[in-house]
Each structure stands twice: as structure tokens, then as C-alpha cells.
């Protein structure tokens, strides 16, 4: 038994000191001896009385992650909009109906015929949907054309984004979060401008200049004739305050910089998304082209098929799927959600569409046991406040999950309570520090305004793996991520053993403020997951 739970055997049941809770087990009627978890009851109930919840609907599910058993529920099978715990679901899917070592391919091809180093024809840029192409990749697939011998092509270059549908955006997605990087459109293709492959973006890197009254220097990342700049940001006197807006009107590839940044200030950050990234994804090869001395006559074409007789140049393979389920789940990409569904309905249903890859995903589901008649998905990311699943759903699928061949990938690929490193903790790294449940629980959070969530598995003090699930919807508190982790730090530190001794020495504190938020809050929105919050840190 790892000592940071034999330490936490010994204290009140639910020591969430790092939650900023001071939250203990109520005593209470003692459980019956043949009670599979004596005194849990008593334990969450006194972290779900905390004020904050008052008025909200919150379920709650614990089961034994071996034998399904549950050990808990309360609301269990009341339908709740989940957020980002949607990805649960969709992650399992992609597992199941793909496989771990699924890859996509960006391919290009010529239609025509060689003459020496020209090509009498059209050159096609095809995508499959692989969103952690960046823009050194295009460079490499430009390369390849260069030293395949085609210096000049007389047609055109074409981009073929066929795999999926023209509709970018899902289902009752936020207007006003159209220009935010994790609502950004999807398509076969596209390009990210990080190794956090955050597909369908550029970031906007606004510097001083270097006297008060220059103008603010905007870099842009990757760079690309695609968007434009319209920067008005100023350079203030030493000391003053920064005040930066970054943003991107409907409809437009037009980037509006604005507001100020004193001189001896740092740089700022701003990720982005851009209108319509198969045109972005064809500007920055095209470029790539002519950097490698490949010039194309004709104009780019967006939206048409690659012909059958065409020929492959070269192609660049993506990661496979159980590598690419780090950055998507440790980082909640909404981007890679939304993909994935689409080329689950590709590859299941022959149709790259939200609704064929969802029914897929849920004839998925009815396999592991789960009834998609009594949830509602209609995205993969969680992003629109249209889906409902139940918190013992989500508990079912956890518990079918561990019986998986690809079960330890996907669970590695979890965030990690208090796992420093980014790419380990993701959006948990900065929770639960200081309890049992650090290094311990593997979960999925999720988060939107009024909504948070967070489900997963955390190994209780005796060494039994729990599977459980907390949804919580309406509560007007700025954060109940702190509740949470009372809960991950509760079922972390439970004892089977010793819980007839908890529950006599335990006293309740109920909770009747708002406690702070917890550290991946204070940076930014706490209605956001702290991921989508860039340059912020989780």
C-alpha cells in the first residue's frame, strides 16, 4: 500500500485540506456488517450538504471497479449535461471501433501526367482528419514533392476534404465561443500550431515595442498568408497595466489586436481559432510548395474529391490513435473529440458526419452493456449543453472499460491527481496535492458554466479500485471543483478496516461559504477546464 494512503487510514475519512475543505465523516446509525463500503454513505453525504450545491442537481455514483458492484449512488440515474466527461464515451468508442494503433494519413497526389519536372495537371492535398498535422509537417510533405522531382505543376492545387461533411461547428456550440480555440471547425483538414495540436488554430504572440507609443509587435504562429492582422495594440510607460484583446469577427480570417502593454511588460499569448481550416491547411503547403521551389500555376480549390487514377506522391502518417489519447484526454481537446466521431462514422457507417459516427459510437456502447436510449450525445467533445448521460452510466462504462484489451492505454492516458508534468496530470496536475488521492486518481473532468464534472477510478486505502462518477448542473457558485475533490480525496483515504473507527472520531463541519477556487481556477474562468484557459497552466 502505497504510505500516502496509510498515512490518510488513520485521519477523519474526508481530509481534503488542499481542496480548501475542512470537511469530516458524519457519525451516524453504524452500517450493516454485510455493507460493502460501512460508512461511505455517511462520509459523502456530508461533502454533498456543502452550501454550494444547495439548489443544484448533482449525481453521484461509486462502484467497485472490479465486480461493478455500487457502493454508492446518489441521483444516479438522473440525466445530467456532462460537459467534458462526454469524452469518456468518445474515447472508448475511437478504442473499440478503431483500435490503438489507428492512424490517419495526409496524402498528396497527382492528376495528370509528368513531362520531366512539370506536372500537366493537378496537384491534390488530401486529409483524413489527422488534427496534430503542424505546419513542418506540410513543410516535409513539400519536400517530398520537390524531391520527387515536380518543380512545376500547371493546374491547380486542390484540397481534398471529402472524408467529412462541410458542417464545422456541432450542435448548439456557444456563439459567442466561435473564435475561441476549443471551439474550433472541424475538418479532414487543418493545421495546429503546437505540440498541444490544437488543430484549427494560430496563436498571436503580442510583444512591446520598444518606447512608449510604438505600436505592439504581432507574431503569428505558424506563419501563414492565411489570416490578416489589424493591430492597433499600443506601448505604455513602464509599470502600467497590460490590457490586450485578441479576437476574430464572424466569418472573417481577419485578426483584431488591440489595447495596450507597458514597455518593460512580457509577451502575451492568444490562441485563435481561424474560418474555415481546409483553406488554412491549403495556404500553409502552398507556401511549403513554394518555399521548396514548386510553383503552382493555377489557384487553390477547396472541396474536391481526389480522382481515382490519381497517384500518390507522398503521404505522412499520424501518430497512432492510443498516443494521440494523451494530448485529446490529458488536455480535454475538443478538436480531437469531434474528429474521432467523424471518422468513426467514416470507417463504421461510410459517412464522416456527427450522426453516423454517434450511432456508431453508441451501437459501440450497447456492447459494453450500456443503454444509449436513456442519454442524449450529440458531439463528441461535450462541448453543447444538448447532451445528458447519467453519472451511473458513466460508472457502467468505467467498470466495462478495465475488462478492454486497450483498457491500460486509455486509462495511462487519463489525467493524473497532482502529476506535475503536464502531459501526465493534464487537467488534474494542480488538484488534490496533499491527499490520498494524489499521483492515485485517474479521472476526466469537465467543465462548462454551471457545470462541472469529474469521473474516474482511485484506489481506496485497502487497495480495491473504485470506479466513480460526480456530475453536478444549476449551481451558481463560481467553482465547485473543491467538492470534487473532497470526494477524490474521501474515497482515496476510505478503509473498509477501519471505517466503523473513522465514523466515531469524525465530526461534520458543514460548509457555508464559498471556498476559494482550487489552483487551476485562480488563473482564469473557473467555468472553463482549466486547459482551454492558454497560456494559463492547469
Known sequence: MPTIQRRFRHRALL????????????????????????????????????????????????????????????????????ASSTKLLTSTAAMGLLGPDYRFSTDVLADGSRHGAVLRGDLYLRGTGDPTMLAEDYDRLAAAVAAAGIRRVTGRLVADDTRFDSNRLGASWAADDESAYYSSQISPLTVAPDTDYDAGTVSVTVTPGSAPGDAATVKVTPPNHYVHIENSATTTAAGESRAISVDRPHGSNTIVVSGKTPVDGTATTSWISVWEPTGYATSVFADALAAHGVKVTGKPVLGKAVPKEATTVTSHPSMPLKDLLTPFLKLSNNNHSEVLIKTIGYEVKGSGTWSAGLSASADYLRTLGLDPTAMRQVDGSGLSRMDVVSTGQFTDLLVAARQQPWFQ??????????????????????????????????????????????????TDADGRELAFSFVSNNYVASSVKTIEDAVGAALAAYSVKDAEQQRSAARSERATTDAPAAKDEQSGRADLECSWMKPASC
Open 15 to 82: 481530509c481534503a485540506v488542499a481542496a480548501g475543505l475542512a470537511l469530516t465523516a458524519t457519525s451516524g446509525v453504524p452500517a450493516g456488517a454485510d455493507s460493502p463500503a460501512p460508512g461511505l454513505s455517511e462520509a459523502l453525504d456530508n461533502v454533498l450538504s456543502d452550501t454550494r450545491l444547495e439548489g443544484a442537481q448533482v449525481g453521484v455514483v461509486v462502484s467497485d471497479a472490479r465486480t461493478g458492484q455500487t457502493l454508492y449512488q446518489r441521483n444516479g440515474d438522473s440525466r445530467l449535461v456532462p
Open 409 to 458: 492505454e486509455w486509462y495511462d492516458a487519463l489525467p493524473i491527481a497532482c502529476a506535475s508534468d503536464r502531459m501526465t496530470g493534464g487537467t488534474l496536475r494542480s488538484r488534490m496535492c496533499g491527499t490520498a488521492a494524489a499521483n492515485n486518481l485517474h479521472g476526466k473532468t469537465g467543465s462548462l458554466t454551471g457545470v462541472s464534472g469529474l469521473s474516474g477510478y482511485v
